[in-house]
Nanobody
Framework: QGEVVESGGGSVQPGGSLTVSCVHS????????MAWFRQVPGKEREFVAS????????TYADSVKGRFTVSRDYNKRTAWLEINDFKPEDTGVYYC??????????????????WGQGIQVSVPS
């Protein structure tokens, strides 16, 4: 099993809700910032949200503020991304990522040293 593993993706109607989860290794990830990114074919991976180890510092992309909620539980080794009021433009592969200890730019993909396999979130076909 990898350092970071996502689950919970699927289809969601516009206006609907979905929660995706990320289990990470406490030994190597417990004290790190965890983040969510998303990507669609032909575009760069896009920052969605990040949360520090205690949950006291959270950052959201402007496009998801007020609709998405990121949270984590240290003891459960789990981070969640709750997606509300889903819009078609939210469609993509969602990735959970672990931030490097030395990084300070949560928006930059190069700040992360472990990524999950990615899960698809989309409107029903």
């Amino acid at each position: 099993q990898g350092e970071v593993v996502e689950s919970g993706g699927g289809s969601v109607q516009p206006g609907g809700s979905l929660t995706v989860s990320c289990v990470h290794s406490v030994r190597t990830s417990g004290g790190r910032i965890m983040a969510w990114f998303r990507q669609v074919p032909g575009k760069e991976r896009e920052f969605v949200a990040s949360i520090n180890f205690s949950g006291t510092h959270i950052t959201y992309a402007d496009s998801v503020k007020g609709r998405f909620t990121v949270s984590r539980d240290y003891n459960k080794r789990t981070a969640w991304l709750e997606i509300n009021d889903f819009k078609p433009e939210d469609t993509g592969v969602y990735y959970c990522a672990r931030c490097k200890f030395t990084a300070n730019d949560v928006y930059n993909v190069d700040s992360y040293d472990a990524w999950g396999q990615g899960i698809q979130v989309s409107v029903p076909s």
